[in-house]
């Protein structure tokens, strides 16, 4: 392990790689709930907390189970389930401190199950951490910061939304771009520009 090596996955978990703006996963509900700055950051709350933890258990799974017995094709199966199992945790958690915020995700907090952002980081920390079946020395640590920095990246990109879109609710927008139309837009470009940390070396 190496410090490099930490700053390596930050900044390219956060900026390079941004899990919305450069890998464009998890735009269901990057667009859906980025109106405003709580629900933007409540949401990205909850899917770091999935990140986190899914990379934990699917890094454990991978490891003493599914390569040991030669499963290693289940593991998009079980990775999902491992998903699975903790949105139901994060929902009743949210349905028990706040009510209206529940209300608010309404079908988009059960949706982190199947969110490709929340899955694409278990798979990427198999495909990145292991080589020829075998956890390169220091891939549990690796995993689990890349599945925290992946959750900063999409709040970094939820808070950055939520913001623009909360001052442009005080322009007189046109009508026929105003909302989910105006959100691509404005996804394009926070896309564009977030290109520009391509040009970083290590």
Known sequence: MSVAQFLTIFISAV???????SRFLGLCSFVAISRETKPA???SLAVMFVTTMSSIITWFIYRFLLI??????????????????FV??????????????????????PL?????????VAVLNVDMFFINGKAIPGSFYYSVFQGICVGLGYALAMLLMSGIRERL???DVPK????????????SIMSLSFLGFNGFKF
């Open 176 to 187: 026929a771009v105003k909302d989910f139309p105006l959100a691509f837009i404005i996804a």
């Open 112 to 120: 982190i199950t199947v969110n490709c952002a929340v899955l694409g």
């Open 68 to 85: 040991p017995f030669g499963l290693t094709y289940l593991r998009t199966i079980s990775f999902i389930l491992v998903i699975a199992t």
């Open 41 to 43: 950051m409540a949401m």
């Open 15 to 21: 900026f390079i790689y941004n899990v919305i703006l």
């Open 88 to 109: 139901q945790f994060v929902e009743m958690v949210i349905r028990k401190i706040s009510p209206p915020l529940y209300r608010f995700f309404g079908i988009y907090l």
């Open 169 to 171: 609710d005080l322009c």
